[in-house]
C-alpha cells in the first residue's frame, strides 16, 4: 500500500492530528511508557532530539519552542527559571561556591529569598536548607527559628 515506512508514518501522524480520540490513546500509551521505564524514555527522547538536529534544524527550533511555553504555564516557572540563571551564573564564574553560612559545611545548596531577583541568594547545606523551608512553611518551631529569621530572612 505504502512504498516506503517514511509515507507510512506520515500518513499516521496526518491521521492521527486529525482524529482526536487516538491522540488521546497515544499521549496515555506514552505517559504510561514514560512512567515504567523512565531510563528508556529519556534515551529514546536523546534520540529523536539528536536525529532532529541533524536532519530538520527548523523541526527542532519549534519543538523547544513548544517544550518552553509548556515551561512557561508551569505554576513554579519563575522558580526553574532563577535556579536555571544561577547555574548558568555559577558556571561563568568558576570557585562561588560558598559554604553553609550556619554551620560551614561544603555541600551547600542555594536558596532564594525572591525568585524575581536569582542572583540574591543564601548558601546552606541541605540540612539547613530543609529546615529554613520548613520554618518559611510555619510547621515547626524552636530556637532555629530565631537565629534564621534574624540573620537570613531579616526581621519578619
Known amino acids: 500500500m505504502y512504498k516506503s515506512k517514511e ?3 506520515e500518513y499516521m501522524r496526518f491521521y492521527r492530528l486529525n482524529h482526536q480520540e487516538l491522540q488521546e490513546k497515544s499521549r496515555q500509551y506514552s505517559q504510561k511508557i514514560r512512567d515504567k ?4 524514555w529519556n534515551e ?22 513548544r517544550a518552553m511555553a509548556k515551561q512557561m504555564l508551569s505554576p513554579n516557572f ?10 548558568n551564573y555559577l558556571s561563568k564564574k568558576r570557585g562561588t561556591h560558598k559554604p553553609c553560612e550556619i554551620c560551614n559545611s561544603y555541600k551547600t545548596e542555594i536558596h532564594h529569598q525572591d525568585y524575581n531577583d536569582p542572583y540574591d541568594i543564601i548558601w546552606l547545606c541541605r540540612k539547613h536548607h530543609k529546615r529554613l523551608h520548613q520554618i518559611i512553611k510555619g510547621t515547626n518551631d524552636d530556637p532555629i527559628k530565631n537565629f534564621l529569621n534574624r540573620h537570613l530572612i531579616g526581621n519578619v
Open 78 to 87: 519563575k522558580e526553574l527559571q532563577a535556579i536555571r540563571r544561577h547555574i
Open 44 to 65: 529514546k527522547v536523546k534520540k529523536y532530539y539528536n536525529k532532529l538536529k541533524i536532519k530538520n534544524p527548523k523541526k527542532l527550533k519549534e519543538y523547544r519552542q
Open 37 to 40: 521505564n523512565p531510563e528508556k
Open 7 to 9: 509515507k507510512y508514518n
